[in-house]
């Protein structure tokens, strides 16, 4: 069938592409840049505010898989532009089009939407979505790591240069590989809907320093995991913001976002069996990521 897809020029919905294409189906993706040509890829020149753009991709589309949205903004009316106001157009131009299978790639940000502003626009996405007549699910991914993934890198160059890990405040999260996250999606597009939500995981949470353990492991090296307090974490974000603006990466928002200390998959709200099961434990997938970084003289 057609996929549309939004978010295809990203870390996931790059690999969503490929194995996409490996499926046997035509993907019809939006893009804000001009792209090289790829056989089986249409590329639909705009963006998640250009309801023009967003109807020719989803038109005649057997599903819709919406990847794309803001994981950093300077302020609360930023992300609400990208991540609701967002969302609403590819779902109004859904039902236009009576293209009926919709996935939406939500956050685990979304169960607390009072933490940050990325929670709760993420949350107010889940909201167009569920409040929509369309066959919908929604996927809440937790951290996505693997070959590509750049929101990782400074971890894992910091456990190969210097052997120490930072970390936020004590806490849990789950993982997921990026080509775990892409086989469900592109599974959830291909079977009917549930109108579930779906918080997807390779099953094992870790504590924020084990996971710096196993980012050091992944590097050949022993990492010392270093945890951050909030209080340091806040005064960094404010010296970023002074010095790189509305451009500035650790915001106050991220920061409140990172002190939590429960980012894990709830077990109970895992997909069905039958449908999807993580293939990629963390250990290998943390090497697998870290050649990567190698091979591209990213460590």
């Known amino acids: 069938m057609i996929l549309a897809l939004t978010g295809g020029t990203g870390f996931v919905g790059g690999v969503l592409i490929e194995q996409a294409l490996a499926a046997g189906h035509q993907v019809r993706a939006l893009a804000r840049r001009p792209q090289p040509p790829r056989?089986?890829?249409?590329?639909?020149?705009?963006?998640?505010?250009d309801p023009s753009a967003i109807s020719t991709l989803v038109s005649t589309a057997g599903a819709v898989i919406h990847v794309a949205g803001a994981v950093n903004a300077p302020d609360r009316a930023a992300f609400a532009a990208a991540n609701i106001d967002g969302t609403r157009n590819v779902v109004d131009a859904a039902r236009t089009w009576n293209v009926r299978r919709f996935v939406h790639v939500?956050?685990?940000?979304?169960?607390?939407?009072?933490l940050s502003n990325y929670g709760w626009s993420k949350g107010g996405a889940e909201?167009?979505?569920?409040?929509?007549?369309?066959?919908?699910?929604?996927?809440?991914?937790?951290?996505?790591?693997?070959?590509?993934?750049?929101?990782?890198?400074?971890?894992?160059r910091a456990a190969r240069r210097t052997g120490v890990v930072p970390i936020p405040p004590r806490g849990r999260l789950s993982i997921i590989h990026v080509a775990d996250l892409a086989r469900l999606l592109l599974a959830l597009a291909e079977a009917p809907g549930d109108g579930a939500v779906y918080e997807a995981s390779d099953?094992?949470?870790l504590s924020y320093a084990d996971f710096a353990r196993a980012i050091g492991a992944a590097v050949g090296r022993r990492a010392v995991?270093?945890?951050?307090?909030?209080?340091?974490?806040?005064?960094?974000?404010?010296?970023?913001?002074l010095l790189r603006g509305r451009k500035a990466k650790l915001t106050a928002d991220r920061v409140a976002y990172m002190v939590h200390p429960d980012w894990t998959a709830d077990p109970a709200k895992a997909p069905p069996p039958a449908l999807w099961q993580p293939q990629i434990a963390a250990a290998g997938g943390l090497a697998?990521?870290?050649?990567?970084?190698?091979a591209h003289g990213l460590l």
Do not use: K, M, N
């Open 106 to 114: 939500s956050s685990l940000a979304a169960r607390e939407p009072s």
């Open 203 to 205: 099953g094992h949470p």
């Open 39 to 49: 056989e089986g890829v249409t590329w639909i020149a705009g963006a998640l505010d």
């Open 288 to 294: 697998e990521t870290a050649r990567w970084y190698r």
């Open 225 to 241: 995991p270093l945890p951050l307090p909030a209080a340091l974490l806040r005064t960094a974000a404010r010296a970023d913001r």
């Open 127 to 156: 909201d167009v979505v569920t409040a929509s007549a369309l066959d919908w699910t929604i996927v809440r991914p937790p951290g996505v790591y693997g070959p590509g993934d750049v929101e990782q890198r400074d971890l894992f």
